[in-house]
């Protein structure tokens, strides 16, 4: 199996837009889902399937995939968007979280 | 709206079995095409992946944990369970169980309702 590699840590300035990459295995990844997560709360997630925002999250966030590295975009960035996101798939018969990245809103 | 509760010890001893359930409220845990799953996080690190369990009983268990894990449904109390033998300090974590929603593929599947998590701690 391979990881999935999310940066450790994206700033960005407030009203801006933040992007956080989720790179995978050599054969790429596909249908990547995305999860925000605030201290202390459990995670939500805020794209499915690289592309889909589920019901009630903003139209700020959105999700893109090359093939090899799928994108979570946050436009307009709030000061409530900082948090963890991660990445997940589902591959070979298991879920694969990546390892994180923290979001800070200057 | 369907949710989601996780209940258990708090402090598990080393070398004993850590039990925890979840009950699905607002919704049947016997919906034919939903899994039901297990993610924990140790403090300050990210998610972990535990084990999936399908409505009609299949299970899935991350290869690292295999050994020691155990998913199961009881459908007459709209629960599914976590079991994880001969746990140690580094099973210390906030656990969450989570509905897995979707259809067509299972990589078509995401964690679209969370429970709150519950924190188990590991110590004498």
């Known amino acids: 199996s391979y990881e999935l590699t999310q940066p450790v840590s994206v700033s960005v300035a407030l009203g801006q837009t933040a992007r956080i990459t989720c790179g995978g295995g050599?054969?790429?990844?596909?249908?990547v889902h995305w999860y925000q997560q605030k201290p202390g709360q459990a995670p939500v997630a805020v794209i499915y399937?690289?592309?889909k925002r589920p019901s009630g999250i903003a139209e700020r966030y959105s999700g893109s995939n090359s093939g090899n590295t799928a994108t979570l975009t946050i436009s307009g960035a709030q000061v409530g968007d900082e948090a963890d996101y991660y990445c997940?798939?589902?591959?070979?018969?298991?879920?694969?979280f990546g390892g994180g990245t923290k979001l800070t809103v200057l | 709206q369907l949710q989601l509760q996780e209940s258990g010890p708090r402090l598990v001893k080393p070398s004993e079995t850590l039990s925890l359930t979840c009950t699905v409220s607002?919704?049947?845990?016997?919906?034919?095409?939903?899994?039901w799953g297990w993610i924990r996080q140790p403090p300050g690190k990210g998610l972990e992946w535990i084990g999936s369990?399908?409505?009609?009983?299949?299970?899935y268990y991350s290869p690292s944990l295999k050994s020691r894990v155990t998913i199961s449904l009881d459908t007459s109390k709209n629960q599914f369970s976590l079991k994880l033998n001969s746990v140690t300090a580094a099973d210390t974590a906030v656990y969450y169980c989570?509905?897995?929603?979707?259809?067509?593929?299972?990589?078509?599947?995401?964690?679209?309702?969370w429970g709150r998590g519950t924190t188990v701690t590991v110590s004498s």
């Open positions: 399937r690289d592309t």
């Open positions: 050599l054969s790429g990844i596909k249908n």
């Open positions: 997940q798939v589902w591959d070979s018969s298991l879920w694969m």
């Open positions: 607002g919704g049947s845990i016997r919906r034919s095409s939903d899994y």
């Open positions: 369990i399908y409505s009609g009983g299949s299970t």
């Open positions: 989570a509905r897995e929603w979707g259809y067509s593929g299972r990589d078509f599947y995401y964690m679209d309702v």
